[in-house]
Structures are given as C-alpha cells and as structure tokens.
C-alpha cells in the first residue's frame, strides 16, 4: 500500500485510527524524526516496521531546539526523498507538520525541562537544546497515542493497542532523556532503542556527515576507532586505560575534541574508577564528541565485559 503524507495533527490522527481498523491492529509505532534521512533512519523504520502493525513517522525540523537561527536555516531538507527512503521501509503514514500546527500559538511558554541529565555533555555545549528536543517529543508522543482519532466507541473495543516509539543509539543523551521523561511523567508508550548504523569504514551514520570534505571525513575515522578499541578492551576485560585513548584522538590534526568519557548508560555520569588502570567489569557507555573541521560530531560506543 502506498505511503500517505498527512500534515496536521487531525489528520494523523484519523488516519493512523483508519489504519489500524482497517489492518485489524494492535499495535502501532512512531518514528520521531527531523528529515534528512539516511540508512540510520532506515534501520529505526524498519524496526518499527517489523514490530508493529501500523507505523507513522514524523519529519519536522524543530526550531526549539536549535541555538541560532543560521543552524535552522542550513539543517538539510530533503522532503521527497525522505518519505520514499519511508516507503521503501514499510512505513504506513508520515506526518510532516508546519511550525504553526506544532506550534499554533508561537513559542510555548511551558516546556519539559530536561534537567541536571540535559545540562551535561551535550547540553553543555547547546544549552536549550535538549529542552526544545524534549518538548517537541513530548508534543510528537502524544500526537501518535494509537487510537486517539477513533470514535468513542471504537476505542473500548478490545483494549488499547500497544504503542512503541523508536529512538537511535546514536544520540545516546537524548534516548537517556526520552526514557527519563517517559518514565518520570508516565507517558503511555514504551521506548525502543535501535543500534547506530555505521559507514563501512566505522563512521556512525549522521544527517552531518554530508558537510565534511574529503580529508575532514578520514580524520573523523578516530572517533569510531577510539570506541572501538574500548569496546575491544573492555571485552577482553582489559584497563580501559581511557587516556591514551584520548590522547589518540587529540592526535589527529584536523579533530578537536570536546569530550570523551566512559559514563553510566542511564545517569551519564562518569565512571571514574572503571576506566583507567583495573580491568573493565561491568556495563558502560563510551561517550565523545569533537569538532572535525567546520562539524560537530557525536558517537557513542556500549561497553560490557
Ligand atoms: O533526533 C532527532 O531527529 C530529533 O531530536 C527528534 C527526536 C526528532 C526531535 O526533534
């Protein structure tokens, strides 16, 4: 079946309930994202697929959570080629709002606010974002609530169907905040996390990516081998002598790096004691993020032993 394109909120909403009656459904998935897509997003629609009888993606490029207005501006949008690389997954229904439908009476004055958890690592370097991305997810969680365009009488038939909302690995402090958010103020969707995708030569998969040129694109390699070689230490139970990990990025020319941290997967703090001179044990996220010429990128790596 062809995919549909629906671009405000009463739209998506009877037609998300039409799919799912007429498919018979009992489950339905969202897939948050702001366009630009690639083989990254692929991979969370079509788990999305797989998973769930009706699945809705949204592309809305969010200005509430971008610092200045020439970010907004240069972010890519590429709107056909987003919803065929959506079909070619499976997906049932986009949703590709304007500002004033999300946003109908300007900026909101209440916000979710992401707290201590958004304040670090990444929201010390874009402060606001992470309240601007938690709002909107928020607005895009309530928005996909399966059933919500149905009749009243259709809805007490049969219970409610399950509903899952997909989230990249890659932007691992935004997937900590999403399930603090949903867990904190109990919203009715569980959250499922979807493993970064990476290029052949290890580069995680990003809408950025397409900025760098040709030498930034080979310089930004370390990052993805700096992970990789504590993912291998850890494996092997080895120290993860994170130092000289980090002096390894530090030693490439064209890369300055912001952070690089083996943090708690939950809380994202550090953890001081497992990274340096005794053998890794345990779970840990591996964290970092730099600037590679003229583009930031962040990565992340699970580490468990
Ligand atoms: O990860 C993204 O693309 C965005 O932050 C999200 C979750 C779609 C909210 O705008």
């Not at 998300?16 to 690639?38: D, E, F, I, N, Y």
Request: proline share 6%; glycine share 8%; hydrophobic share 45%.
């Amino acid at each position: 079946m062809a995919i549909k394109t629906v671009t405000t909120v009463a739209e998506l909403q009877a037609e998300s309930a039409r799919l799912l009656t007429s498919k018979g459904g009992t489950s339905q998935g969202l897939v948050p994202t702001m366009g630009a897509l690639h083989q990254g997003h692929a991979a969370l629609a079509r788990t999305a697929v797989k998973h769930n009888d009706v699945v809705v993606a949204t592309i809305f490029v969010n200005p509430l959570q971008f610092g200045d207005a020439t970010d907004l501006d240069r972010y890519p949008r590429t709107l056909d080629a987003d919803i065929a690389l959506l079909e070619e997954q499976g997906v049932d229904l986009v949703f590709a709002p304007t500002v004033d439908e999300v946003y109908p009476d300007g900026e909101p004055l209440v916000r979710v606010t992401s707290g201590v958890l958004g304040e670090k690592w990444e929201g010390a370097s874009r402060p606001g974002h992470f309240d601007g991305a938690l709002t909107v997810v928020a607005k895009l969680l309530h928005y996909g609530i399966p059933g919500a365009g149905l009749p009243a009488s259709g809805k007490s038939q049969g219970g409610l169907p399950a509903y899952r909302a997909y989230f990249g690995q890659k932007d691992a402090q935004q997937l900590a905040l999403v399930r603090r958010m949903v867990a904190d103020l109990n919203f009715p969707v569980k959250i499922e996390a979807v493993p970064t995708v990476r290029a052949a030569d290890g580069l995680a998969l990003s809408s950025r990516n397409r900025f760098l040129d040709e030498a930034e694109r080979e310089a930004a390699l370390v990052l993805s081998r700096a992970l990789r070689l504590l993912e291998e230490r850890a494996m092997s139970r080895q120290p993860l002598d994170l130092d000289s990990a980090r002096a390894m990025v530090e030693s490439q020319p064209l890369v300055a790096l912001d952070y690089f941290d083996v943090v708690d997967p939950g809380t994202l703090d550090p953890l001081a004691e497992n990274c340096r001179e005794t053998p890794f044990r345990g779970e840990a996220l591996a964290i970092i993020a730099a600037k590679v010429g003229p583009v930031r990128l962040i990565d992340n790596m699970p580490l468990a032993s």
